[in-house]
């Protein structure tokens, strides 16, 4: 209870006005229903005597139509309000929720248990909002009935007794309704992550051209037919389950209406009510009915809040992403790694037993076949993967004592999967708000190097990139490459890390590439993992990686000298 007031007052904070005006409106719609009352126990009660003030009478009629009128405008009223607090609610959630999820390493991230996670927990971020909705409906529904009741109650208690007591049911279903649909939504996560997986196989622009070449439509879409069928069968059934007890509960006020209208017909006959009585009570409890009704449906949103509040607590529980280390690191002098093995969390061993040592001046590479492990080791020197203590160091420190915030700002790798971001070329190299003196820097940066972004005309930087938008400009991959590659090596890093960072790029630009990296050699700690070996044989020492185990090490003379795996990678690679 004490974080759903925690969490009530964050999401209404700077949105008071908005409230203010709700609370306004639930006054004036308690007022209106109050008098609404008034005047039609009053027009029956004229009604059932002689006629003699007809203009008394269609007074009483305009009057009852203004009222409807006012009830309809301040609804509409409250509804554009309550959409434009949604909307901000909904905004302010979003925003917290990005800044929350900032995950230093990516070890759990790439797991399917992840994924379901987190698609768990945004479904229940997404119904957030409910709560102030729940809050509000709930008062404006509890005001009404509340009006309503005393009015009821200066002709029978019991009236009112009976109606409460009919309401009960109506909690306890939509109660476990809520439960239960939680449980639901949870059991259909990974179908729905499955057809969402396909439609976008078949319809984001970016898989058409495999699609095309090469792809069966038919077959996707009736492998999607028959996932959204297990998803409509399991929606069905369970909602099956539920249609006899709702026709049972729906079926408690129905019932108490008709008895509470026989019985004032009863005291009408026998002179104990009147017309104008009997109108204005049934059509009281046929608000009430219909305010009852909507108003448990607010308590599925209390219920709701409750899953997210444990959803929400169990996902940063089980994926903490704050640092736990405090040490700071100055620059990086040395990189140490010690009998490491890693193994990703659905049990597949990658690396095994691996032991190398990098110091600052150093310019190495690895290489090996597709998944040998020497990416996923880039990664880990990167810090951005979970090793056990005393597998890492970082200047003789061990990498989980190390602040690992601060530590990757001293760190640049550009992953071979590298994204790209539906940005302008300036946003996606510097991955952050870019003013006019970053313009500057990241222009005087790429001037003399050809190998990087070649047009740095201030018109095609501020294009943006892909083909998303009407504006964007779609490039090639060995631009995109260019622009991955401009960005981690802008980046002022004391660790330099290139994962098939020239692949897509022409031989001369590759040259000059290699040139540069030479040269600023002798500030940095420089790690390249390629298939191309003469770019390789240039490096101070290579590591060759078969199976995840590290099974050579020197320079490309001395594995030549050597009967070793790279002698005959290079000798497949040469034609000899």
Partial sequence: MRLGFKWLRYLIKDNKKDVMLNILILIILSFLAWIGFQITKKLFDELSFELTNPNGLFLICILLLAIKIIQIVVSEISFVIQQRFNLKMTAKIEVYFMKLLKPNTITWLETPEYRNDLSILKQTIDRLPQLIDSVLSFLQNATLIIVYFLLISNYSWYYVLVLLLGGIPLVMHYMNYTKDTDIQ???????????????????????????????????????????????????????????????????????????????????????????????????????????FSTLFRPISGFKNFTIFSNNFNHFFKKYQFESKGELKVGQIEKVEI?????????????????????????????????????????????????????????????????????????????????????????????????????????????????????????????????????????????????????????????????????????????????????????????????????????????????????????????LLEMNSIYKKMWGEENGF
């Avoid at 939504?185 to 990974?190: E, S, T």
């Fill in 185 to 291: 939504l949870r059991g259909l996560v990974q179908e729905r992550i499955e057809t969402s997986n396909i439609t976008g196989m078949l319809t984001d622009p970016g898989n058409q051209k495999d699609m095309i070449m090469f792809g069966d439509r038919n077959f996707f879409i009736s492998k999607w037919t028959a996932v959204y069928g297990n998803i409509l069968n399991k929606t069905v059934t369970f909602h099956k389950k539920y249609v006899n007890k709702k026709i049972i509960v729906s079926s408690i006020f129905p019932l108490i209406y008709t008895i509470i209208q026989i019985q004032l017909v009863y005291k009408l006959i026998i002179h104990e009510v009147s017309l104008g009585d009997l109108v204005a009570i049934t059509t009281a409890i046929g608000i009430i009915e219909s305010n």
């Fill in 338 to 558: 010690k009998d490491l093995d890693f193994i990703y969390p659905n049990g597949n061993k990658v690396l095994c037993n691996i032991n190398l040592s990098l110091t600052r001046g150093d310019i190495v590479s690895f290489v090996g076949k597709n998944g040998s492990g020497k990416s996923t080791l880039a990664k880990i020197i990167a810090g951005i993967h979970d090793v056990p203590k005393g597998a890492l160091y970082i200047n003789m420190n061990d990498i989980n004592n190390l602040d690992r915030t601060e530590l990757i700002r001293k760190i640049s790798l550009l992953n071979q999967d590298y994204s790209r971001f539906p940005l302008n070329s300036y946003e996606n190299i510097k991955l952050s708000d870019v003013d006019e003196y970053s313009k500057q820097k990241i222009r005087k940066f790429l001037k003399d190097k050809p190998f990087l972004v070649q047009d740095i005309s201030e018109e095609a930087l501020n294009k943006n990139l892909g083909n998303q938008y009407f504006s964007s400009t779609q490039i090639s991959g060995g631009q995109w490459q260019r622009i991955a590659l401009t960005r981690s090596l802008i980046k002022e890093s004391d660790l330099l890390i290139i994962d098939e960072g020239t692949a897509e790029i022409d031989p001369l630009s590759e040259s000059e590439f290699l040139k540069y990296l030479i040269n600023i050699r002798k500030d940095k700690i420089i790690i390249i993992i390629t298939h191309n070996l003469a770019l390789a044989a240039q490096t101070d020492r290579i590591f060759v990686f078969e199976k995840g185990n590290l099974v050579e090490e020197g320079t490309h003379n001395i």
